[in-house]
């Protein structure tokens, strides 16, 4: 499995493409009427906004000559002018509010989208790159993207049909002309097409710098205190130092690239400008000067409307600017929606029945990466209600086993049965629901003690959580806490023990009223005599119910129905205590190597 | 302004860059004036009366000129964004190293998300305010002062009069700024309880999916992500409800120069009105006055933005370290590892979570700790390696206090390995090599052989250059413990502590590196925290703790003999209950103790 870590870009396999614009049009469409209204609304504006140079030539052009008598009627203009004005900045306004609220609902929608699917991602998504990278795209990204699909598009289109407008004004009034206003787009086109690949690479490379940021400041906060510990802070800030400037690097390649735009757009408009006068008095003579008169009026018309021309064009280059930071984000936004889920419930899946708890495994093989298998074809049979434990060297498999129960991956081959139904054929959710996992790495959420236990199961009363912390004999120190049940818990269980944390953790499984108890190293942290007050706390507990245990300590291992010594993914020797001691294999060389180790006291 | 002064210090040596923007930006205001008149005069010098022979070099000068602007625009643009990003660096540098200086009551009130954002969002809206709203403003005031020096010179009553609106916009602005500033700081809030939340799942992912909470997940997002759209839309409608008030006051001067103006024109120079060639050239320069009225509102609005942010980055960046350096470092120049805990008291609230601790241990020696859960065990690490300092009593450190030492020199010279493992989404060899970077491949090999990591991390496909996910997650338990061992290992301290190391990892296994430990060429006073009897026994001498006191101390065999905690623990944790303790292995014990030897 590839991993990424903080100074490597994660690259795009895929290039630019307007597949992936057309996919984003998906947020779009949703809030088609909005964006029509939009659309109506500014062009109402824009149409508003051609009358009041009218006005104001009328003003001048009919009435100042009329002298006082035009005084009235200048009045009433200007009032009439100023409520244009007004009604412009409203209907804006108007545009405004509408745009606001479907750019954020289209964040919304879009970050909802993102979630949802980072739901389904399967532990090898997490597990093979720095959080902080996911984070920035779910948080970050989506807010960039959103603005652009809405006031961009909008401004992009409305560019568009101002230039179709005045180009037709253009024809109809010297066709000639109008192709020396055109002269200069080819330059500019030349221009967007030799920058546009330079835009991509240092806007992609901008992002992915900027990802690396987020990852590294992020893992520095969470392993803050190892790095306390291993007085490597000068370091780091150094190399978070490096990929600042990196970051830094693209970010201004980039913004050499894009503000560019602006200035060429700009000088190619007034050599257009330029133009439109030399042609008319060298070029086209015939139509520019009348009986030895310059038609100056001609003249500035077209240059007026060449620079409405351009302006538009400028628009649309800034546009493209926010389009190419817009299309860098919506990859990585893809990327994340295209991500395989690795388990999924399968097109014909079923909903698990109530289940008594026999489990199968037929033959089973797993890799977690190609040719290397982790579990070799191991199978075995244990029956409803029956408790097994996985003992064995670090790294032999034990929680792979385990996490395959819960389907937390596929099998590579073979099958695992529940109930006799292949895992692959249920759903994902009536399976889990019926199993209680508690995990080696435990994970306490930021609320109260009393929600990190009802977690195991929501609809539970205060009583139910409490009954399952006494079952585990956390009640005592909970209550022994401020604000007993209610006290707060920080992200990751922070003031915590680490024993503290497993505990609660084994409450909020054993609420959960699993049929399928595993339970991997749930008391490691836990000291002895607490670890046998649990073990009798819970033993009525697990009657009836299957159950897994992982553990080193021979006192939990001892008791179980079963134990199978696994080692290097095949299980090596399965029986009881009693059966394994007699038969003096491996388990028997563990459990005595033990007793003699404590004897042996020099 | 003085957020703006604590900004502009980040620029540091490159002010210059952006006071550079700034006189672009000036000149290129200065030439966009001058473009008309360059026209008004082609018009009426060369094309009225046909004098095309100045055409071109009237045209080149245009062009110059647009050419000159261009170049103004496009330096204001790349200097300003340069001058930023250099800020951007500096003051990102510096919030890290403040991150990495704050002590682990920092962290425990503060989400990892809340800080993320206030170094990056936060961080960019600063930068955009350098970049562009300084610029932005200065030009604005600049062209606000221009404006009113040409209009004033053409006619100063009328002028007083266009500007009778501007006290209007002010106010307007001024409550814009008012009203909008909890806006934003309500939205940032906002933001990071977002971000919290998503951080908190990805990070919890594997309990959500063990326990199929996907739903329940996706409602806690859902409230927070729809609290966070409703947030930024409340602040926009404040903006939408003093915007248009401000563009409309902007308006009117444009109404007042058309209609007044017309009427002054009308009633002719002689009786106090203006000429109509005046009123073109207050016509064409309306919008000197318009813009700067117009864009305050916008500024007033990124002013508010900023204050907001600055506010948040400054909260982190002035934070008060718990657990402060030393004035002088009092340290002695080689460490031999003894270490002295005297009266070591720790409150935490009301709480003692450390009550009246006695411990003297000699260079060398190997020391284990047990205790029930909660009881201290982890806290006694903290006060020795200062992450946290002790309330009453003293911890030394070769005779000093430890809060005499330089922290990096204290810190170097303990090896820790911590009970909740943390290991880095990199290689395992910058893993193992994470405190002495610049080390040797033979110290990382030797270091990960004793923790028996070698074994498995050759067995990778990728071996030591094998990246492991952040957590480690992807790696079991007792592997993460054995890469957290090597990495303590690969420092060669003269002080080890391993806080429940080998919690996760098998009997031989433990078995195999304590012999390896044991036969470590350098000997180093090691502290072994746990709750295995197995883990401690070897050690020359041990001390149970329980509520935060020492309750048992002695060896392997005094507490053995004593029939205590430790004696209780060692009987569970092999499986036999007391009865069947007394019976057989008491009795074996008891005559293997005293005959000295089995």
């Given at each position: 499995?590839?991993?990424?870590?903080?100074?490597?870009?994660?690259?795009?396999?895929?290039?630019?493409?307007?597949?992936?614009?057309?996919?984003?049009?998906?947020?779009?469409?949703?809030?088609?009427?909005?964006i029509?209204?939009?659309?109506?609304?500014?062009?109402?504006?824009?149409?508003?906004?051609?009358?009041?140079?009218?006005?104001?030539?009328?003003?001048?052009?009919?009435?100042?000559p009329?002298?006082?008598?035009?005084i009235?009627?200048?009045?009433?203009?200007?009032?009439?002018?100023?409520?244009?004005?007004?009604?412009t900045?409203?209907?804006?306004?108007?545009?405004?509010?509408?745009?606001?609220?479907?750019?954020?609902?289209?964040?919304?929608?879009?970050?909802?989208?993102?979630y949802?699917?980072?739901?389904?991602?399967?532990?090898?998504?997490y597990?093979?790159r720095?959080?902080?990278?996911?984070?920035?795209r779910?948080?970050?990204?989506?807010?960039n993207?959103?603005?652009?699909?809405?006031n961009?598009?909008?401004?992009?289109?409305?560019?568009?049909?101002?230039?179709?407008i005045?180009?037709?004004?253009?024809?109809?009034?010297?066709?000639?002309?109008?192709?020396v206003?055109?002269?200069?787009?080819?330059?500019?086109?030349?221009?967007?097409?030799?920058?546009?690949?330079?835009?991509?690479?240092?806007?992609?490379?901008?992002?992915?710098?900027?990802?690396?940021?987020?990852?590294?400041?992020?893992?520095?906060?969470?392993?803050?205190?190892?790095?306390?510990?291993?007085?490597?802070?000068?370091?780091?800030?150094?190399?978070?130092?490096?990929?600042?400037?990196?970051?830094?690097?693209?970010?201004?390649?980039?913004?050499?690239?894009?503000?560019?735009?602006?200035?060429?757009?700009?000088?190619?408009?007034?050599?257009?400008?330029?133009?439109?006068?030399?042609?008319?008095?060298?070029?086209?003579?015939?139509?520019?000067?009348?009986?030895?008169?310059?038609q100056?009026?001609?003249?500035?018309?077209?240059?007026?409307?060449?620079?409405?021309?351009?302006?538009?064009?400028?628009?649309?280059?800034?546009?493209?600017?926010?389009l190419?930071?817009?299309?860098?984000?919506?990859?990585?936004?893809f990327?994340?929606?295209?991500?395989?889920?690795?388990?999924?419930?399968d097109?014909?899946?079923?909903?698990?029945?109530?289940?008594?708890?026999?489990?199968?495994?037929?033959?089973?093989?797993?890799?977690?990466?190609?040719?290397?298998?982790?579990?070799?074809h191991?199978?075995?049979?244990?029956?409803?209600?029956?408790?097994?434990?996985?003992?064995?060297?670090?790294?032999?498999?034990?929680?792979?086993?385990?996490?395959?129960?819960?389907r937390?991956?596929?099998?590579?081959?073979?099958?695992?049965?529940?109930?006799?139904?292949?895992?692959?054929?249920?759903?994902?959710?009536?399976?889990?629901?019926?199993?209680?996992?508690?995990?080696?790495?435990t994970?306490?959420?930021?609320?109260?003690?009393?929600?990190?236990?009802?977690?195991?199961?929501?609809?539970?009363?205060?009583?139910e959580?409490?009954?399952?912390?006494?079952?585990?004999?956390?009640?005592?120190f909970?209550?022994?806490?401020?604000?007993?049940?209610?006290?707060?818990?920080?992200?990751?269980?922070?003031?915590?023990?680490?024993?503290?944390?497993?505990?609660?953790?084994?409450?909020?499984?054993?609420?959960?009223?699993?049929r399928?108890?595993?339970?991997?190293?749930?008391?490691?942290?836990?000291?002895?005599?607490?670890?046998?007050?649990?073990?009798?706390?819970?033993?009525?507990?697990?009657?009836?119910?299957?159950?897994?245990?992982?553990?080193?300590?021979l006192?939990?291992?001892?008791n179980?129905?079963?134990?199978?010594?696994?080692?290097?993914?095949?299980?090596?020797?399965?029986?009881?205590?009693?059966?394994?001691?007699?038969?003096?294999?491996?388990?028997?060389?563990?459990?005595?190597?033990?007793?003699?180790?404590?004897?042996?006291?020099? | 302004?003085?957020?703006?002064?604590?900004?502009?210090?980040w620029?540091?040596?490159?002010?210059?860059?952006?006071?550079?923007?700034?006189?672009?930006?000036?000149?290129?205001?200065?030439?966009?004036?001058?473009?008309?008149?360059?026209?008004?005069?082609?018009v009426?010098?060369?094309?009225?009366?046909?004098?095309?022979?100045?055409?071109?070099?009237?045209?080149?000068?245009?062009l110059?000129?647009?050419?000159?602007?261009?170049?103004?625009?496009?330096?204001?643009?790349?200097?300003?964004?340069?001058?930023?990003?250099?800020?951007?660096?500096?003051?990102?540098?510096?919030?890290?190293?403040?991150?990495?200086?704050l002590?682990?009551?920092?962290?425990?009130?503060?989400?990892?998300?809340?800080?993320i954002?206030?170094?990056?969002?936060?961080?960019?809206?600063?930068?955009?305010?350098?970049?562009?709203?300084?610029?932005?403003?200065?030009?604005?005031?600049?062209?606000?002062?221009?404006?009113?020096?040409?209009?004033?010179?053409?006619?100063?009553?009328?002028?007083?009069?266009?500007?009778?609106?501007?006290?209007?916009?002010?106010?307007?602005?001024?409550k814009?700024?008012?009203?909008?500033?909890?806006?934003?700081?309500?939205?940032?809030?906002?933001?990071?309880?977002?971000?919290a939340?998503?951080?908190?799942?990805?990070?919890?992912?594997?309990?959500?999916?063990?326990?199929?909470r996907?739903?329940?997940?996706?409602?806690k997002?859902?409230?927070?992500?729809?609290?966070?759209?409703?947030?930024?839309?409340?602040?926009?409608?404040?903006?939408?409800?003093?915007?248009?008030i401000?563009?409309?006051?902007?308006?009117?001067?444009?109404?007042?120069?058309?209609a007044?103006?017309?009427?002054?024109?009308?009633?002719?120079?002689?009786?106090?009105?203006?000429?109509?060639?005046?009123?073109?050239?207050?016509?064409?320069?309306?919008?000197?006055?318009?813009?700067?009225?117009m864009?305050?509102?916008?500024?007033?609005?990124?002013?508010?933005?900023?204050?907001?942010?600055?506010?948040?980055?400054?909260?982190?960046?002035?934070?008060?370290?718990?657990?402060?350096?030393?004035e002088?470092?009092?340290?002695?120049?080689?460490?031999?590892?003894?270490?002295?805990?005297?009266?070591?008291?720790?409150?935490?609230?009301?709480?003692?979570?450390?009550?009246?601790?006695?411990?003297?241990?000699?260079?060398?020696?190997?020391?284990?700790?047990?205790?029930?859960?909660?009881?201290?065990?982890?806290?006694?690490?903290?006060?020795i390696?200062?992450?946290?300092?002790?309330?009453?009593?003293?911890?030394?450190?070769?005779?000093?206090?430890?809060?005499?030492?330089?922290?990096k020199k204290?810190?170097?010279?303990?090896g820790?390995?911590?009970q909740?493992?943390?290991?880095?989404?990199?290689?395992?060899?910058?893993?193992?090599?994470?405190?002495?970077?610049?080390?040797?491949?033979?110290?990382?090999?030797?270091?990960a052989?004793?923790?028996?990591?070698?074994?498995?991390?050759?067995?990778?496909?990728?071996?030591?250059?094998?990246?492991?996910?952040?957590?480690?997650?992807?790696?079991?338990?007792?592997?993460?413990?054995?890469?957290?061992?090597?990495?303590?290992?690969?420092?060669?301290?003269?002080?080890?502590?391993?806080?429940?190391?080998?919690?996760?990892?098998?009997?031989?296994?433990?078995?195999?590196?304590?012999?390896?430990?044991?036969?470590?060429?350098?000997?180093?006073?090691?502290?072994?925290?746990a709750?295995?009897?197995?883990?401690?026994?070897?050690?020359?001498?041990?001390?149970?703790?329980?509520?935060?006191?020492?309750?048992?101390?002695?060896?392997?065999?005094?507490?053995?003999?004593?029939?205590?905690?430790?004696?209780?623990?060692?009987?569970?944790?092999?499986g036999?209950?007391?009865?069947?303790?007394?019976?057989?292995?008491?009795?074996?014990?008891?005559?293997?103790?005293e005959?000295?030897?089995?």
């Amino acid at each position: 499995m590839a991993r990424n870590k903080y100074n490597i870009d994660e690259e795009l396999d895929a290039p630019f493409n307007w597949h992936q614009f057309k996919r984003s049009l998906v947020y779009v469409k949703k809030y088609r009427k909005q964006i029509i209204l939009m659309f109506a609304l500014a062009i109402l504006s824009s149409l508003l906004a051609l009358l009041t140079p009218r006005i104001q030539a009328y003003i001048i052009d009919r009435l100042i000559p009329q002298g006082h008598k035009a005084i009235g009627t200048i009045i009433v203009l200007g009032v009439g002018y100023f409520l244009i004005n007004v009604g412009t900045i409203f209907i804006n306004r108007r545009k405004s509010i509408i745009s606001t609220d479907t750019s954020q609902s289209m964040t919304t929608d879009m970050r909802t989208d993102v979630y949802v699917h980072l739901q389904k991602l399967g532990f090898d998504y997490y597990d093979s790159r720095p959080h902080g990278k996911i984070l920035t795209r779910v948080i970050n990204y989506v807010n960039n993207v959103s603005d652009f699909l809405t006031n961009g598009l909008v401004n992009a289109i409305l560019a568009l049909i101002n230039l179709v407008i005045i180009f037709v004004f253009m024809l109809t009034l010297s066709p000639k002309m109008t192709l020396v206003v055109l002269a200069g787009l080819p330059i500019f086109a030349v221009y967007v097409a030799l920058t546009k690949p330079m835009q991509r690479r240092f806007r992609q490379k901008a992002a992915n710098k900027q990802s690396n940021v987020t990852a590294y400041l992020s893992e520095n906060i969470n392993g803050v205190k190892v790095t306390q510990a291993f007085a490597r802070e000068e370091m780091n800030s150094g190399i978070f130092d490096g990929l600042l400037k990196e970051n830094k690097l693209y970010k201004l390649r980039a913004a050499y690239v894009a503000h560019g735009m602006y200035p060429i757009a700009a000088t190619l408009m007034r050599i257009v400008k330029c133009a439109i006068y030399v042609a008319a008095i060298y070029w086209f003579r015939k139509d520019f000067i009348l009986e030895g008169v310059v038609q100056i009026g001609a003249i500035t018309a077209m240059v007026s409307y060449s620079n409405r021309f351009w302006a538009p064009i400028m628009t649309i280059g800034n546009i493209y600017n926010q389009l190419m930071d817009a299309m860098s984000y919506l990859e990585r936004i893809f990327q994340v929606l295209d991500e395989p889920v690795s388990v999924e419930d399968d097109a014909a899946a079923k909903d698990l029945p109530p289940i008594d708890g026999h489990v199968q495994f037929d033959d089973v093989v797993f890799e977690y990466e190609k040719g290397i298998p982790v579990i070799k074809h191991v199978s075995f049979d244990v029956k409803a209600g029956e408790s097994i434990a996985l003992v064995g060297p670090t790294g032999a498999g034990k929680s792979t086993i385990v996490n395959l129960i819960s389907r937390f991956y596929n099998v590579t081959e073979g099958a695992v049965k529940i109930d006799g139904h292949d895992l692959r054929s249920v759903t994902l959710n009536s399976l889990r629901q019926q199993m209680g996992v508690m995990q080696q790495d435990t994970f306490i959420f930021s609320g109260t003690i009393m929600d990190n236990i009802r977690y195991g199961r929501l609809n539970a009363t205060d009583e139910e959580c409490i009954a399952a912390a006494k079952a585990v004999h956390a009640d005592d120190f909970i209550r022994g806490m401020e604000d007993g049940y209610e006290t707060e818990t920080k992200e990751r269980g922070e003031g915590l023990s680490a024993g503290q944390k497993q505990l609660i953790s084994f409450a909020r499984t054993l609420l959960s009223d699993p049929r399928i108890l595993i339970l991997d190293e749930a008391t490691s942290c836990v000291d002895t005599n607490t670890e046998r007050l649990v073990q009798e706390g819970i033993s009525t507990l697990l009657k009836g119910r299957t159950s897994f245990i992982v553990a080193h300590r021979l006192s939990t291992i001892r008791n179980c129905d079963r134990i199978f010594y696994i080692q290097g993914g095949v299980i090596a020797e399965e029986g009881s205590h009693d059966e394994l001691m007699a038969k003096k294999g491996l388990y028997y060389e563990l459990y005595t190597s033990q007793i003699r180790e404590l004897l042996a006291l020099d | 302004m003085k957020q703006y002064k604590w900004a502009f210090n980040w620029l540091g040596k490159q002010k210059y860059l952006l006071i550079l923007a700034i006189i672009f930006d000036i000149a290129g205001v200065g030439l966009m004036t001058w473009e008309p008149y360059i026209f008004k005069d082609i018009v009426d010098d060369v094309l009225m009366p046909q004098q095309f022979e100045r055409l071109l070099p009237m045209l080149g000068l245009s062009l110059l000129v647009g050419l000159a602007f261009s170049v103004c625009r496009y330096l204001t643009s790349v200097l300003a964004e340069m001058a930023a990003e250099t800020a951007v660096v500096r003051l990102k540098g510096a919030l890290f190293r403040k991150l990495m200086a704050l002590g682990t009551d920092y962290y425990r009130e503060n989400k990892a998300g809340d800080i993320i954002n206030k170094c990056s969002g936060d961080v960019e809206v600063i930068s955009r305010s350098l970049s562009f709203v300084i610029p932005r403003a200065v030009e604005f005031v600049l062209m606000l002062v221009v404006a009113i020096v040409v209009f004033m010179r053409i006619n100063w009553k009328y002028t007083l009069i266009l500007l009778l609106v501007s006290p209007f916009t002010a106010i307007a602005a001024n409550k814009l700024g008012k009203k909008i500033h909890p806006a934003f700081k309500k939205a940032r809030k906002q933001l990071s309880n977002l971000n919290a939340v998503v951080a908190e799942n990805i990070a919890g992912n594997r309990v959500v999916k063990a326990f199929v909470r996907e739903d329940f997940e996706m409602k806690k997002f859902q409230t927070e992500n729809q609290a966070y759209k409703a947030r930024n839309i409340e602040a926009v409608m404040i903006w939408l409800r003093y915007g248009p008030i401000i563009d409309s006051l902007a308006s009117i001067i444009t109404v007042i120069n058309l209609a007044v103006g017309s009427i002054l024109v009308i009633i002719g120079v002689d009786h106090g009105g203006i000429t109509m060639g005046q009123l073109t050239l207050f016509l064409t320069f309306a919008w000197t006055l318009n813009e700067p009225l117009m864009m305050m509102g916008m500024l007033v609005n990124d002013v508010q933005r900023f204050r907001a942010s600055t506010e948040k980055v400054q909260e982190l960046y002035y934070m008060d370290e718990s657990i402060k350096e030393p004035e002088k470092d009092e340290s002695p120049a080689s460490v031999e590892g003894r270490l002295d805990l005297e009266h070591v008291t720790l409150t935490y609230g009301s709480t003692k979570v450390l009550d009246d601790v006695n411990m003297h241990i000699e260079p060398g020696q190997v020391i284990g700790i047990m205790g029930p859960t909660g009881c201290g065990k982890s806290t006694l690490v903290n006060v020795i390696d200062r992450f946290a300092d002790v309330t009453e009593g003293s911890v030394k450190l070769d005779g000093v206090d430890v809060r005499r030492w330089s922290l990096k020199k204290l810190r170097r010279s303990i090896g820790l390995t911590m009970q909740d493992v943390f290991l880095f989404s990199d290689t395992v060899e910058s893993n193992i090599a994470y405190g002495v970077p610049d080390t040797d491949m033979d110290n990382i090999l030797a270091s990960a052989v004793i923790a028996d990591a070698d074994e498995f991390v050759s067995g990778m496909p990728e071996k030591y250059d094998t990246i492991v996910g952040e957590r480690g997650t992807g790696l079991s338990g007792g592997q993460k413990q054995r890469i957290s061992l090597a990495r303590a290992l690969a420092k060669h301290a003269p002080v080890l502590i391993l806080d429940d190391t080998t919690s996760a990892v098998d009997m031989e296994t433990e078995e195999y590196i304590q012999q390896q430990l044991k036969a470590m060429p350098d000997k180093c006073t090691t502290i072994i925290i746990a709750q295995r009897v197995s883990s401690v026994k070897h050690a020359d001498y041990i001390y149970i703790l329980d509520k935060g006191r020492i309750i048992e101390e002695g060896s392997h065999r005094e507490l053995m003999k004593k029939g205590g905690y430790y004696y209780k623990t060692c009987v569970m944790q092999h499986g036999l209950d007391e009865a069947e303790a007394d019976g057989t292995l008491r009795g074996v014990m008891g005559s293997a103790l005293e005959g000295g030897a089995v």
